[in-house]
């Protein structure tokens, strides 16, 4: 069973800045595509990012220029380094890993952007 587990969450002033981290137990190679996705109370989970293993990352259009999502295959690591932080970003992210028709889900961590 494929495990993702995030971290790097918490409470940020809103201009501030952090760095996600999604560690697989398996090679990150072995994925069609990882990526973010991120629910606030009372909403649906939306996309924030993903990069596939060929390709270019693609981004919402709420992030674009703040956000950046990145891998590291040595360390079968995923990052989404947020910058530019605004209330409206605060939601629980979730990473995501996609290997054909099977889609696996982290725990969620927790993002906090005070006005």
């Known amino acids: 069973q494929v495990q993702l587990v995030e971290s790097g969450g918490g409470l940020v002033q809103a201009g501030g800045s952090l760095r996600l981290s999604c560690v697989a137990s398996?090679?990150?190679?072995?994925?069609?595509?990882m990526g973010w996705y991120r629910q606030a109370p009372g909403k649906q989970r939306e996309l924030v990012a993903t990069?596939?293993?060929?390709?270019?990352?693609n981004y919402a259009d709420s992030v674009k220029g703040r956000f950046t999502i990145s891998r590291s295959s040595a360390k079968n690591t995923v990052y989404l380094q947020m910058n530019s932080l605004k209330p409206e970003d605060t939601a629980v992210y979730y990473c995501?890993?996609?290997?054909?028709?099977?889609?696996?889900w982290g725990q969620g961590t927790q993002v906090t952007v005070s006005s």
């Open positions: 995501n890993a996609r290997r054909e028709l099977i889609t696996y």
């Open positions: 398996e090679s990150i190679s072995s994925f069609n595509a």
């Open positions: 990069i596939p293993i060929v390709g270019t990352a």
